[in-house]
């Protein structure tokens, strides 16, 4: 069964840094795309960003570009999320998901956590 | 901000039909990529529902059932059952964003 699992998530003041992990588990992490998606208390949900299989390609949402970052160690199939200059806005659930598609334009994501908690408040 | 507009709400009776659109723009589903649909229960995370526009995972009823053309996309659910009482999202790409977009959300409730 393909699974995965994400940690790291809490309670942080406001400029403050978090970095979120992603266990992969029951299929070939180094062969997919892997995305991070956040949700704010009661609204919708938001593509944050995406990391491609050669873990050199990434993209972000404008709302975290230059304050995100996005990192992957295959051999540990682990996905990163590096937190900078976090805002009351940034406090959401933030899911791991795994991407899949035949072009990239296409992806979707198959695969989805339970989510990690993030709250930014002094 | 959302790219993909969604109807916040629609409701039916059980065994009814209901349909929740995702109207995007020329940079998104104008430009011909796919949409996905994604369902959310409460303090739960999203499944996968439907992807490449129509396509269901395995285990999906097939009471859900998607559908595109043009620029208009659709997630029909046929045979409403109160287990349907949801969230829904659409999710497509934006080349001008260079970014994935997923839609408002549509609160489907059972009557």
């Known amino acids: 069964e393909m699974k995965v699992l994400e940690s790291g998530g809490g309670l942080v003041q406001p400029g403050g840094s978090l970095t979120l992990s992603c266990v992969a588990s029951?299929?070939?992490?180094?062969?997919?795309?892997m995305s991070w998606v956040r949700q704010a208390p009661g609204n919708g949900l938001e593509w944050v960003s995406i990391?491609?299989?050669?873990?050199?390609?990434?993209y972000y949402a404008d709302s975290v570009k230059g304050r995100y970052t996005i990192s992957r160690d295959n051999s540990k199939n682990t996905l990163y999320l590096q937190m900078k200059s976090l805002r009351a806005e940034d406090t959401a659930v933030y899911y791991c998901?795994?991407?899949?598609?035949?072009?990239?334009?296409?992806?979707?994501?198959?695969?989805w956590g339970k989510g990690t908690t993030v709250t930014v408040s002094s | 901000q959302s790219v993909l507009t969604q109807p916040p709400s629609v409701s039916g009776a059980p065994g009814q039909r209901v349909t929740i659109s995702c109207t995007g723009s020329?940079?998104?589903?104008?430009?011909?990529?796919?949409v996905h649909w994604y369902q959310q229960f409460p303090g739960t995370a999203p499944k996968l529902l439907i992807y490449?526009?129509?396509n269901r995972p395995s285990g999906v009823p097939d009471r859900f059932s998607g559908s595109k053309s043009g620029t208009s996309v659709s997630l029909a659910i046929i045979g409403l059952q109160a287990e349907d009482e949801a969230d829904y999202y659409c999710?497509?790409?934006?080349?001008?964003?260079?970014?994935?977009?997923f839609g408002t959300g549509t609160r489907v409730t059972v009557l």
């Open positions: 998901a795994k991407f899949w598609g035949s072009e990239h334009y296409n992806y979707h994501m198959d695969v």
């Open positions: 990391l491609h299989n050669d873990a050199a390609t990434s």
């Open positions: 020329s940079s998104n589903i104008g430009a011909g990529y796919d």
């Open positions: 999710q497509s790409y934006d080349n001008s964003l260079t970014a994935y977009v």
């Open positions: 490449g526009n129509s």
């Open positions: 029951g299929f070939t992490f180094s062969d997919y795309a």
